[in-house]
């Protein structure tokens, strides 16, 4: 970028005045020592800044920090903040890499936990047919151990979907409603 810029090669629209004390200056200008101000950022950003687009309106914005600088030729037609707008592709693509990843842990998780609900829930079954006190009790115990690696599994399963509420992920991008967790 041209590096010869001064303060005296800009004017900026009232608008650009006003977008100035409002965002950089967080209005704790006055209006005098503003213009001069706004003038020396302008020409700092300028200068230290780097071309975001050329606009087709004819209009130049470039970037310096966390804001943008809309110019037209040598006037300053506005001063707003950077936002994501230009990496949100980037960021759709990222989360969906993240949401295949965190399914690809959960889905045998949650096909375990079901297998080991079913086994529990059949030697309920068998319990209730057993005539045996010994057998009851092994039964009991059985489903005791089951019962202990289901919550460990679904306290795993609960900590990946905490990571992906991390990344705007919610439990329905993750597990379906039907899955008992």
Same mark, same amino acid.
């Given at each position: 970028?041209?590096?010869?810029?001064?303060?005296?090669?800009?004017?900026?629209?009232?608008?650009?005045?006003?977008?100035?004390?409002?965002?950089?200056? &967080?209005?704790?200008?006055?209006?005098?020592?503003? &213009?001069?101000?706004?003038?020396?950022?302008?020409?700092?950003? /300028?200068?230290?800044?780097?071309?975001?687009?050329? &606009?087709?309106?004819?209009?130049?914005?470039?970037?310096?920090?966390?804001?943008?600088?809309?110019?037209?030729?040598?006037?300053?037609?506005?001063?707003?903040?950077?936002?994501?707008? %230009?990496?949100?592709?980037?960021?759709?693509?990222?989360?969906?890499?993240?949401?295949?990843?965190?399914?690809?842990?959960?889905?045998?998780?949650?096909?375990?936990?079901?297998? /080991?609900?079913?086994?529990?829930?059949?030697?309920?079954?068998?319990?209730?047919?057993?005539? +045996?006190?010994?057998?009851?009790?092994?039964?009991? %115990?059985?489903?005791?151990?089951?019962?202990?690696?289901?919550? +460990?599994?679904?306290?795993?399963?609960?900590?990946?979907?905490?990571?992906?509420?991390?990344?705007?992920? +919610?439990?329905?991008?993750?597990?379906?409603?039907?899955?008992?967790?």
């Amino acid at each position: 970028m041209d590096q010869s810029h001064t303060k005296k090669s800009y004017i900026l629209t009232m608008h650009a005045k006003e977008r100035y004390r409002e965002r950089v200056a &967080n209005g704790n200008s006055n209006t005098s020592k503003s &213009n001069t101000s706004a003038l020396k950022w302008v020409t700092k950003a /300028l200068n230290n800044g780097h071309v975001v687009s050329e &606009n087709k309106d004819g209009t130049t914005t470039y970037r310096y920090q966390k804001f943008l600088i809309v110019m037209s030729g040598k006037t300053v037609i506005t001063i707003s903040y950077h936002n994501d707008r %230009d990496v949100k592709p980037l960021k759709e693509d990222i989360k969906q890499i993240i949401l295949r990843r965190l399914k690809k842990e959960i889905k045998p998780l949650v096909k375990q936990r079901k297998e /080991l609900l079913i086994k529990a829930s059949e030697l309920e079954i068998e319990v209730l047919k057993s005539t +045996s006190r010994n057998k009851q009790i092994r039964l009991r %115990d059985n489903q005791t151990e089951i019962t202990k690696e289901g919550s +460990s599994i679904r306290s795993q399963v609960k900590a990946i979907i905490e990571l992906g509420s991390h990344y705007g992920l +919610s439990k329905q991008d993750l597990i379906l409603d039907s899955d008992l967790i």
